[in-house]
Nanobody, 126 residues
Framework: QVQLVESGGGLVQAGGSLRLSCAAS????????MGWFRQAPGKEREFVAA????????YYANSVKGRFTISRTNAKSTVYLQMSSLKPEDTAVYYC???????????????????WGQGTQVTVSS
């Protein structure tokens, strides 16, 4: 069983930055593909970014490409989401997720992720 705990959310003005962190435990972190998803009120959960096990490959939703950066430190069992140039439409609960399978393809769909954190609220004011 993998436990995921997010931190770093908060209230920020449009154009500002935030860094989210997600600490994992319960399994060797380097065996996990990691992703970030978000869910705004009244909307479906959507993919934001994902990173391969060794951090060598990253993937982004078009809506955040060029503004958000996903990274990981396997020695600290932590994945990060650096968010810059934030917009009001980025307001959502952000979830960290882990794919515990042995697939080699990084997934962008929530169904492929086995473990989820509780989420952290990000609010961007205009």
């Amino acid at each position: 069983q993998v436990q995921l705990v997010e931190s770093g959310g908060g209230l920020v003005q449009a154009g500002g930055s935030l860094r989210l962190s997600c600490a994992a435990s319960g399994r060797t972190f380097s065996s996990l593909i990691m992703g970030w998803f978000r869910q705004a009120p009244g909307k479906e959960r959507e993919f934001v970014a994902a990173i391969s096990r060794n951090g060598g490959s990253t993937y982004y939703a078009n809506s955040v490409k060029g503004r958000f950066t996903i990274s990981r430190t396997n020695a600290k069992s932590t994945v990060y989401l650096q968010m810059s140039s934030l917009k009001p439409e980025d307001t959502a609960v952000y979830y960290c997720a882990a794919d515990g399978s042995w697939r080699t393809v990084v997934a962008a769909t929530s169904a492929e992720y086995d473990y989820w954190g509780q989420g952290t609220q990000v609010t961007v004011s205009s």
